[in-house]
């Protein structure tokens, strides 16, 4: 059964000059967070703490990261009272040199990572300037010393009639919680990627309310109650700033290829689609490398075209596992249309489709990837992604009059 594809963010009206100028801002799938994040009070452990014990808080569980869900389109909440019994009255009670002089590595911890405020629920949480409803998610993944606490929590849950949605793939949410689950999601896959130190393979643990992992110098594990710690081997992340201890994210052009002359569109397709379904190009961006050439370097690996000028048009965060999605419309040059996929082996097919199919295809052959084609649809027709995944927009954006002699953008 196909799944609903759900609405675009709505951003606020701006009559600004540029939006004037280059027309409304793309809001794209799993972007448009309703939370503001306030990162710089995540260090404030008085915040955070605040935060946590209010009784508005909401709690966003999550299952090795899928997420907890009223159904397909709605996540569900929970109240402080539920998570702790994993997580403990006031987690932030102490402060985070304090938390790093009692570390122990042989005690699992829960990972509560801090996502935001939204400002627009007022519900009595006020600290200093800021005001509204704070959301925490929650990692009740069982894993190590927490594993029974995890699943008691999760069974209280389902019992009451929610479930833990698949977060793999996960496309069908509302757009003010999918973007609630985009940030949740590469945090907490994070997390669970590094529990060891990229600087010297030690344990680490989670600070700054889930937005950062440090290496603590000592380890209170295998030792006796009342005995020092074990000191640790000096680790480099220990000294100044390190790109090892906060989150990554990994960038990713995708790209509208516009033929020379303005009137048709370079589409690909792999191994993975179904029969004509067919996407934008896309690639990892490279380190050295800016958008524009990796554009023009991705493009011509995957299909041998040669792109000219590149414009970027938008970016969509994506949560598989932390990317995000830069996307760009380039256009070919007069002599660079021919398409060659003996460079790189990744494309199945690429083809240039006129602008009218690709129209049709809008129309009538757009759904998820693994979904089956839509009503309407006929059979041989071009298939293409949905308006939540950014390659829709870029094809829009280009039928639409992106090429006019007055930009869009």
């Known amino acids: 059964m196909a799944q609903t594809i759900p609405d675009l ?137 927490i594993a029974e606490k995890a699943r008691s929590i999760i069974d209280i849950v389902k019992a009451t009639g929610v479930s833990f949605i698949d977060g793999r793939r996960l496309m069908s949410l509302n757009a003010p919680d999918a973007a609630i689950y985009a940030e949740a999601r590469a945090l907490l896959d994070w997390h669970a990627r590094n529990p060891f130190c990229g600087g010297c393979g030690q344990p680490t643990m989670a600070t700054n309310a889930g937005w950062k992992r440090v290496c603590p110098p000592s380890d209170f594990a295998g030792i006796p109650e009342g005995d020092a710690p074990k000191e640790r081997a000096d680790c480099p992340t220990r000294h100044g700033i390190s790109n090892l201890c906060f989150p990554r994210t990994d960038p990713t052009v995708i790209m509208a290829v516009v033929s020379a002359d303005g009137t048709k569109l370079l589409l690909g397709r792999n191994k993975r689609f179904p029969p004509n379904w067919y996407s934008t190009l896309a690639g990892f961006l490279e380190p050295g490398e800016s958008i524009e050439e990796a554009v023009r370097r991705e493009t011509w690996e995957e299909s041998g075209v040669t792109v000219g000028r590149v414009v970027i048009h938008s970016s969509q965060p994506w949560p598989y596992p932390a990317n995000l999605m830069v996307g760009a419309i380039g256009q070919a040059t007069s002599a660079g249309e021919t398409i060659h996929l003996g460079h790189d082996e990744e494309l199945t097919d690429a083809k240039w489709f006129s602008f009218d199919e690709v129209r049709e295809g809008l129309a009538n052959g757009a759904s998820a990837l693994g979904d089956p084609a839509p009503a309407g649809y006929r059979e041989g027709a071009l298939r293409l992604p949905p308006q939540t995944a950014i390659a829709n927009q870029l094809i829009q954006a280009v039928l639409k009059g992106y090429l006019d002699t007055a930009p869009k953008m």
């Open 9 to 145: 963010p709505i951003l606020a009206e701006d009559d600004s000059m540029l939006s004037r100028r280059f027309g409304r801002e793309v809001a794209n799938y799993f972007s448009g967070s309703p939370l503001n994040r306030v990162s710089f009070l995540r260090t404030d452990y008085g915040f955070l703490h605040a935060a946590y014990s209010h009784p508005a808080t909401s709690f966003l569980l999550m299952d090795n990261l899928s997420p907890l869900a009223k159904d397909a389109a709605n996540l569900s909440y929970v109240t402080r009272d539920v998570v702790v019994p994993l997580t403990g009255e006031e987690p932030f009670k102490k402060p985070e040199p304090e938390q790093v002089k009692e570390f122990n590595s042989a005690i699992t911890q829960p990972v509560i990572l801090f996502l935001g405020i939204d400002e627009k629920k007022k519900t009595g949480f006020e600290y200093r300037e800021y005001r509204g409803k704070p959301y925490f998610a929650i990692d009740v993944t069982p894993k190590g010393t």
